[in-house]
Nanobody, 126 residues
Framework: VQLQASGGGEVQAGGSLRLSCSASEPILSNWHMGWFRQAPGQEREIVAALTWREAKTYYADSVKGQFTISRDAARNTVNLQMNGLKPEDTAVYYC????????????????????WGQGTEVTVSS
C-alpha cells in the first residue's frame, strides 16, 4: 500500500493544520490507520490511530483533546486535524497502516505498522 500525505506546513503557535493521507488501494476492515511523528533528534512516536471498520480512535496522551483523527472510507483517506499547535508539535508526520487479519487492540510501536508514507513536515513557531 502506498500512502501519500499532504497538509503540512508552518504555522504559529495556537494555529491549526489538517493533514490528509490517501492510500493507493482499499483499506481492509480489520486494518488500522494512523499517524506517527518524529521530531529532530527524537524517536518516532505514535500520535493517533483508528480502526477502519468502526473508526474507533486512539490518541497519545500528549495530543488528547488537541488532535482529531478521522477517516473517509469512500476515498481511502485518513485525516488528522491539529488544533492549538505548540512548538513541541514540530516534527515530520508519517501516515501509517497496520494490516491485521482480525480485530486487534491498538499498538503504539512503530514496528507494528506495515506501510509508511513519505512524511510531511509540520513546523510550529512561537
Amino acid at each position: 500500500v502506498q500512502l501519500q500525505a499532504s497538509g503540512g506546513g508552518e504555522v504559529q503557535a495556537g494555529g491549526s493544520l489538517r493533514l490528509s493521507c490517501s492510500a493507493s488501494e482499499p483499506i481492509l476492515s480489520n486494518w488500522h490507520m494512523g499517524w506517527f511523528r518524529q521530531a529532530p533528534g527524537q524517536e518516532r512516536e505514535i500520535v493517533a490511530a483508528l480502526t477502519w471498520r468502526e473508526a474507533k480512535t486512539y490518541y497519545a496522551d500528549s495530543v488528547k483533546g488537541q488532535f482529531t483523527i478521522s477517516r473517509d472510507a469512500a476515498r481511502n483517506t485518513v485525516n488528522l486535524q491539529m488544533n492549538g499547535l505548540k512548538p513541541e508539535d514540530t516534527a515530520v508526520y508519517y501516515c501509517v497502516t497496520r494490516r491485521l487479519p482480525s480485530r486487534s487492540p491498538f499498538s503504539s510501536f512503530a514496528s507494528a505498522y506495515n506501510d509508511w508514507g513519505q512524511g510531511t513536515e509540520v513546523t510550529v513557531s512561537s
